[in-house]
């Protein structure tokens, strides 16, 4: 038997056990194929292995930025029981148990976790801030080693919000990006202790290093970049905020400049507590910058490739939830269209009230309209589906039923957990959504989502409101 162990970072005891009994290989990584799945924004996608060779353990470093043994970068050694290793200079800290009983003296709630389990991911900590959501009714708080406060000064491993989390090419070695913007300098920090912690300060909890400063705004890591632009972590006044900017050459094109101000002048009209909020838009050096809320959560992407596909009634209740923030938008005078629906766009809050679990993110695909309007290529600064996309999404003259449109493949998805394009094809009319192939759908469902993705923008339900109805009238029949 061997048993893994995630140690607080500062009392270095176990937090989270995960044992496996008959296996010959553990791969520990961010991706969820991995044995052992560690969301953190220095972990690769898959980091480490674990291997036996005959009555001992190997660990085997697959990692980019490393693994660490002792303070030293491994890159296969032999591990002795009690052994810690760190993934990334900055990661987190895991034990080994060879051959002995599991770990004892555990907090009454510390994950134990088996092979067979898949993790919860109500138990990661999933915004920026690292603040866990609060228990369920009923159920005790977590013990000191998960509170809020001490996951902000986690040595640097600064858990990342799934809707800007990089792609799995752009996760890894993203500091040697040549596109990052040229900032002031890295010493413009308030922290002057010297104890423990990577980027945050163990005595007062401010940063100890950043990338740089904007505007007052500490940067302390890229978060994503795209061909377009680049999206920071940042800390002002004791709060974490998503900072985003242009890249060169685009910087200096005004078509780009008016792309992201035309982003920020969108989400200055909005004033919902499920929307992100505009903290500023500025410009230095004549680049522009534009500070907003981090919403926290988990988006739906993640929760379905972790958890699987969610019921039909459960799908349907999210989607009257995306059905009210369209609406939302869609009664401004002109509309507000998001044009990129989608559910990594969609963040789900447990601990939300009632039908206010979801936060609509992701308003930056304006970029494509202003910049490459009608090129046919995938949009800037993205990794958006086409499945999600009406035919017109990318025209000036859309309308709100080019949001509408991704409804459908949306819920499809969350009931199916299978990528939407699979439920295209050719149906005598072109290319276009094919409801009947989505499994065990009542024909009435079938039927909404025919005609949400009817390619005729007018054939198409015509507000939010209509499609929530649609929705509602099934759930209740």
């Known amino acids: 038997m061997i048993t893994l162990s995630l140690l607080h970072p500062i009392k270095q005891t176990p937090v989270q056990v995960w044992t496996f009994e008959n296996e010959s290989v553990i791969r520990i990584g961010r991706s969820t194929d991995n044995h052992v799945i560690l ?46 290793f760190r993934l990334a200079r900055s990661g987190p800290n895991v034990r080994i148990r060879l051959n002995s009983e599991i770990e004892t003296n555990l907090p009454t709630d510390v994950e134990k976790a088996s092979l067979s389990r898949s993790p ?29 406060e001490l996951l902000r000064m986690h040595q640097g491993v600064i858990p990342v919000p799934p809707h800007l989390r990089l792609d799995d090419t752009e996760a890894e070695g993203l500091h040697h990006v040549s596109t990052l913007p040229q900032l002031s300098s890295s010493q413009a920090v308030n922290c002057r202790h010297e104890r423990g912690g990577d980027v945050f300060c163990v005595e007062c909890g401010q940063p100890i290093h950043s990338l740089g400063q904007v505007g007052g705004y500490q940067l302390l890591q890229a978060l994503g970049t795209s061909r377009v632009g680049t999206t920071y972590q940042a800390w002002q006044g004791g709060d974490l905020v998503v900072v985003k900017t242009l890249n060169p050459p685009w910087r200096d094109r005004p078509e780009a400049q008016a792309a992201l101000e035309f982003e920020a002048d969108t989400l200055r009209q909005l004033s919902h507590s499920q929307v992100p909020r505009l903290i500023d838009f500025f410009f230095e050096q004549a680049v522009p910058y534009l500070v907003m809320e981090l919403m926290r959560g988990q988006d739906l992407a993640s929760y379905i490739r972790v ?7 459960r799908a349907i209740a999210w989607i009257m939830e995306t059905c009210t923030l369209l609406d939302y938008l869609h009664r401004f005078m002109p509309p507000i269209l998001h044009r990129n629906l989608q559910p990594e766009h969609l963040i789900y809050q447990p601990d939300a009230p009632p039908h206010q679990t979801l936060s609509l993110v992701g308003f930056g695909a304006m970029k494509q309209v202003v910049l490459e309007p009608s090129s046919g290529k995938p949009p800037l600064g993205s990794e958006r589906d086409v499945a999600y996309d009406a035919p017109e999404v990318l025209s000036l003259e859309a309308t709100p039923a080019a949001d509408l449109y991704a409804i459908a493949p949306l819920f499809t998805f969350l009931v199916t957990g299978q990528n939407p394009v699979y439920f295209y094809g050719d149906r005598g009319d072109g290319n276009r959504f094919w409801a009947e192939r989505v499994p065990s759908l009542h024909p009435q469902l079938m039927a909404i989502l025919d005609k949400l993705t009817d390619p005729r923008p007018a054939a198409r339900y015509q507000s939010a409101r209509a499609v929530a109805a649609a929705f509602q009238y099934f759930a209740e029949g």
């Open 307 to 313: 958890l699987g596909a969610v019921s039909i009634e």
């Open 39 to 84: 969301y953190s924004a220095v972990v690769s996608r898959h980091h480490v292995e674990l291997r036996r060779v005959g009555a001992d353990w190997e660990i085997v470093n697959l990692g980019t930025n490393g693994t660490y043994l002792d303070g030293k970068r491994i890159d296969q050694v032999t591990v002795n029981d009690g052994a810690v």
């Open 120 to 148: 919860d991911p109500s138990r990661f900590p999933t915004e920026v801030t690292d603040r866990r959501s609060p228990p369920p009714s009923g159920e005790s708080a977590p013990p000191d080693a998960l509170d809020a």
